[in-house]
């Protein structure tokens, strides 16, 4: 069956968590963030950064939070799953794109996805410092296009000095990206695996 943002949504409208979490697109687009990292990111690391004060709060419902990050990882297996799937990765459920206009919903999926690798950066950096051009290209060109669909502020400044015509639409971006995050997702889970299998072989070496 296929994932529906609804019981996140559902969740996320407790009264105790009430301007006190993530929108339920941006908490998926920075959660897409987390799952695609080139190391293995503990859950009680990246759980806090979900919350608007970057901690859980004990004056949060327990039944509220429980439930609220309960459906956080229902979505985090639904999103390896889609990533690893034949049909590939695609954005949630609530999220759309028409006549060049991304929804709010894409927006903040998007701009999730951005503070994620903002707060996973030296990770992604250390990383790409000892990988070719591609690699380095493949991660831009993502960035970039999460830019374009969050209607990030600095694009306009970035952009300015590149010709129109090279700029793709909105809607050609919506189209692309969702290829793009599962490229992006494979390669950091990839480079995540490499490091597990050796510090697993250092540990036995060592013994």
Not at 104 to 126: K, N, P, R
Not at 152 to 177: A, R
Request: charged share 20%.
């Amino acid at each position: 069956m296929a994932y529906s943002t609804a019981n996140l949504i559902t969740a996320i409208n407790h009264p105790s968590l009430t301007g006190k979490v993530m929108g339920p697109t941006q908490a998926q687009g920075f959660t897409f963030a987390i799952l695609s990292a080139p190391a293995l990111i503990a859950t009680e690391d990246w759980w806090p950064m979900l919350f608007v004060e970057q901690k859980i709060s004990s004056e949060i419902d327990a039944g509220a939070r429980d439930e609220f990050l309960q459906q956080i990882m229902t979505y985090f297996k639904a999103a390896v799953d889609s990533v690893q799937s034949e049909q590939g990765f695609q954005f949630p459920d609530v999220c759309e794109c028409k006549d060049d206009n991304a929804n709010v919903e894409l927006m903040a999926f998007c701009a999730g996805f951005l503070q994620g690798y903002h707060w996973l950066s030296d990770l992604w950096q250390d990383r790409l410092a000892k990988l070719d051009s591609d690699s380095k290209n493949l991660v831009s060109q993502t960035l970039l296009g999460a830019m374009v669909l969050s209607g990030h502020p600095q694009l306009p400044n970035m952009l300015k000095d590149t010709d129109k015509s090279q700029i793709p639409t909105v809607g050609k971006v919506y189209q692309d990206l969702p290829q793009s995050l599962q490229y992006f997702a494979t390669f950091g889970r990839k480079i995540a695996a490499a490091e597990a299998i050796n510090e697993l072989k250092a540990d036995a070496s060592a013994k």
